[in-house]
């Protein structure tokens, strides 16, 4: 996850310092390429690394909660987010034929491409549902611990912070 941070970032200032943040008026056609050509790779590489992230924290699921069917849930939700996240990053990345009218506005006028609102709406939702089942998933071993209701509670924040 740490690997794909830092090109992200990379990309992220790249974008900066081609225009992101100045109307759209105010850039140049080689502006508006290059934000696009950045925007291409850094959304590949966000897509990528919420995979991993999400993979991380399933992880360490599998290493502290001893239960059978926490393990298998987690392996079982492995496999619904490889199934989802991988499909979801190749039509992203080739939703255009040819794939560059992604980033280059003369190649888009004649290019056949896929509505890109529909597929940020489907990561959204995906999204969404994900982080619920991923944090919701330690809550019925959680609240079977036997602790005080206080640390719980305590517990239960802690894994729900990821849902902000």
Same mark, same amino acid.
């Given at each position: 996850?740490?690997?794909?941070? =830092? ?10 310092? @081609? #225009? +992101?943040? &100045? ?6 056609? $080689?502006?508006?390429?290059? =934000? #696009? ?9 966000? #897509? ?5 992230? &999400? ?15 926490? &393990? ?6 492995? $496999?619904?987010?490889?199934? *989802? ?6 039509? $992203? ?5 040819? +794939?560059?009218? /992604? ?7 004649? @290019? &056949? ?5 529909? =597929? %940020?709406? %489907? ?11 991923? *944090?919701?998933?330690? +809550?019925?071993?959680? %609240?079977?611990? /036997?602790? @005080?209701? $206080? ?14």
């Amino acid at each position: 996850c740490k690997a794909l941070c =830092i090109p992200l970032c990379v990309f992220f200032v790249l974008n900066v310092n @081609a #225009g +992101v943040g &100045k109307h759209i008026w105010d850039l140049t056609y $080689a502006r508006v390429f290059t =934000i #696009g050509r950045w925007t291409y790779i850094a959304t590949i590489l966000w #897509g990528t690394e919420m995979l991993l992230i &999400k993979y991380s924290i399933l992880c360490l699921y599998l290493r502290i909660f001893p239960h059978l069917w926490l &393990k298998r849930a987690v392996y079982a939700f492995m $496999a619904f987010s490889a199934c *989802f996240t991988v499909p979801l990053l190749l039509t $992203a990345a080739f939703r255009c034929n040819p +794939v560059r009218a /992604q980033w280059d506005l003369e190649a888009a006028k004649t @290019a &056949k491409c896929l509505d890109w609102l529909v =597929i %940020l709406k %489907l990561t959204v939702v995906y999204e969404i549902i994900a982080e619920i089942i991923l *944090f919701s998933l330690p +809550v019925p071993v959680v %609240l079977q611990l /036997q602790m @005080a209701t $206080a640390k719980k509670i305590q517990l239960l924040v802690f894994f729900g912070l990821g849902l902000l």
